[in-house]
């Protein structure tokens, strides 16, 4: 199946001008699947983290959402163990206006606004509400341990 | 998307009968790395041959030297199983934390009945079904050969995987899960008992002596349970360990992700949209614009389609994604006139219920009873604990109403 002008065109565009913060280069070999790494917002604690995630874009992308999953283990309530992202516009929410940049700029900020109210992590959320300090305190550790570039 | 219909490759490992899906994880076995895999094809299944070399499989002879079934006349319509119909079913420790479930059904068929087939439903087997499924494992059917006699044998086994209770492990969301469970329920309400698929996995077909003689005895459960199972009926979705669930969870996640988007719109609403060429002031601040759906250039004169918020698109474009979702891709107004209950459990006049009328064969019938029920449904729901993943009111009871006037079209 050939690549839509779409997926060539993000791609151009998230080469020529890179979002800070973010990198997203496709696979050699399959366009459609892509390596991103995305920094921890400053004054999280994921910040000074690097991490790393696997793209994919559906054949009926974009009509449909990319398929996004976080590869570094992260301690975040709104992403579970295997890295799935609860996140609106990677679901209901989304939106064929939408782009790969706009979608990992999403995420960026849900690393620095996590929400505990709607929790994808359950244990980790429970945490969070019930001792944000040291819910914290483990997302910072476990950015140390885990997304160190 | 939707994987129902569509042919994926399963695949078995000869080293620690694993199976899974050759797309998804290759030809090497995920579970123990081992290369000696084969590809299982209809009409060559090498699990087939391991079950004969399995010692789980008695055989017969040796535990009932005279085997009830030896005197039992088939042709004698009976509604209830007969005690010699079961032969087997064990649970064996196959390992540390594994156990495994292993049953043998020997079920006589009356070439009498349909009533029998359909309505006196195989208790048994259809009990072995139901446990087999609901710890998501698989259960083979399969026709005897020498089926002169009308009878079946019926086997199944599945893996117990317990949790891990000493390491940590994630919760699984029990909400979400029993959403996807209660949708999926739902949706097969539409769906013909069993499906083309689930009756003959190996390809064999009945040995039609009679009016639904040879018909394997599926209970009508267990259909219900094959249109929740990944794949649509896909045979062989073992559960052998916490990535095998996570494996299948995941899957129904992403079947049910945008179930509780915006339903589509009606074709006629995105015919009658407005069609007009690109004038100047359409045109951003610097005097060009695309598309934001294709991401093309449109030029002046080229003609667009424009939804009532006034945000243009390609037609096509537009066109595919609002027969999917009725919402602006910009701004998520949807295009249809009356505006929908898009949020509320209590519309039976709203867009998603209008267009999705009579789309399944063998629904509720539609009218002011079954959005009653689903808004009962729904207020139970969240009467019984808290749906956090679908906080927002009437999320439940949207992917339920959904389920019920069938999935989302891809």
């Keep these: 199946m050939a690549l839509p002008k779409r997926i060539i065109k993000e791609t151009e565009r998230l080469m020529a001008e890179p979002v800070p913060g973010i990198s997203a280069v496709p696979h050699e070999d399959n366009l459609r699947y892509f390596d991103v790494h995305i920094h921890g917002p400053s004054q999280s604690p994921y910040e000074g983290g690097v991490f790393k995630l696997e793209l994919f874009l559906p054949d009926d992308y974009p009509m449909t959402p990319p398929k996004i999953r976080f590869l570094t283990k992260i301690y975040h309530p709104n992403i579970d163990r295997l890295g799935r992202i609860c996140l609106d516009v990677l679901k209901s929410n989304w939106s064929p206006a939408l782009q790969i940049r706009t979608i990992l700029l999403s995420i960026?900020?849900?690393?620095?606004?996590?929400?505990?109210?709607?929790?994808?992590?359950?244990?980790?959320?429970?945490?969070?509400?019930?001792?944000?300090?040291?819910?914290?305190?483990?997302?910072?550790?476990?950015?140390?341990?885990?997304?160190?570039? | 998307m939707d994987p129902a219909g569509q042919h994926r490759d399963m695949m078995y490992c000869h080293e620690c009968h694993d199976e899974w899906y050759r797309d998804e994880h290759g030809l090497t076995c995920p579970e123990c790395g081992s290369d000696f895999t084969e590809i299982i094809e209809e009409d060559h299944d090498p699990r087939d041959h391991d079950d004969d070399d399995d010692d789980s499989m008695p055989d017969l002879e040796d535990h009932h030297p005279q085997h009830p079934l030896h005197h039992h006349d088939p042709f004698q319509p009976a509604d209830d199983p007969e005690e010699g119909d079961i032969s087997r079913l064990q649970w064996r420790q196959v390992g540390p934390g594994r156990f495994s479930v292993t049953g043998t059904v020997y079920r006589t068929v009356s070439p009498h009945g349909q009533g029998r087939d359909d309505g006196g439903a195989n208790a048994l087997g259809g009990f072995a079904s139901i446990l087999n499924n609901m710890i998501g494992g698989a259960a083979r059917g399969q026709p005897a050969p020498e089926d002169a006699v009308h009878r079946f044998s019926y086997t199944s086994s599945a893996r117990l995987a317990p949790r891990d209770a000493i390491n940590p492990q994630a919760h699984m969301e029990p909400v979400d899960e029993m959403t996807n469970v209660l949708v999926g329920l739902m949706a097969t309400f539409g769906e013909a008992p069993g499906g083309p698929n689930a009756q003959h996995p190996h390809g064999h077909p009945p040995h039609a002596n009679g009016p639904g003689g040879g018909q394997m005895p599926f209970h009508p459960i267990l259909a219900l349970l094959n249109g929740m199972r990944p794949g649509n009926g896909t045979m062989g979705?073992?559960?052998?360990?916490?990535?095998?669930?996570?494996?299948?969870?995941?899957?129904?996640?992403?079947?049910?992700?945008?179930?509780?988007?915006?339903?589509?719109?009606?074709?006629?609403?995105?015919?009658?949209?407005?069609?007009?060429?690109?004038?100047?002031?359409?045109?951003?601040?610097?005097?060009?614009?695309?598309?934001?759906?294709?991401?093309?250039?449109?030029?002046?004169?080229?003609?667009?389609?424009?939804?009532?918020?006034?945000?243009?698109?390609h037609h096509p474009c537009v066109a595919a994604w609002l027969a999917e979702h009725d919402t602006c891709p910009h701004c998520r107004q949807g295009i249809s006139k009356h505006e929908r209950p898009s949020n509320t459990a209590d519309g039976n006049t709203g867009a998603s219920g209008v267009n999705n009328h009579g789309q399944m064969p063998g629904s509720f019938a539609m009218g002011d009873g079954p959005a009653n029920d689903a808004t009962l449904v729904q207020e139970n729901w969240e009467n019984s604990g808290s749906s956090q993943q679908d906080s927002s009111s009437g999320g439940i009871g949207d992917r339920i109403r959904r389920g019920l006037f069938g999935p989302p079209h891809r």
């Excluded at chain 1, 992590?121 to 997302?139: C, F, G, H, M, S």
């Excluded at chain 2, 299948?248 to 945008?258: A, G």
Aim: charged share 25%; hydrophobic share 35%; proline share 7%.
């Design chain 2, 237 to 313: 979705d073992f559960v052998y360990s916490q990535e095998g669930l996570d494996r299948i969870i995941s899957q129904l996640m992403e079947q049910t992700q945008s179930s509780n988007a915006p339903g589509p719109a009606s074709q006629q609403e995105i015919d009658a949209l407005v069609r007009k060429p690109v004038t100047t002031e359409m045109l951003g601040s610097e005097g060009r614009a695309d598309c934001s759906i294709c991401m093309e250039e449109v030029n002046i004169g080229e003609e667009v389609t424009e939804l009532p918020c006034h945000h243009w698109f």
């Design chain 1, 108 to 149: 960026q900020a849900l690393l620095g606004a996590p929400n505990p109210d709607d929790p994808l992590a359950n244990d980790v959320a429970q945490r969070w509400k019930e001792d944000q300090n040291a819910a914290i305190e483990t997302a910072r550790q476990w950015t140390q341990e885990h997304a160190k570039p």
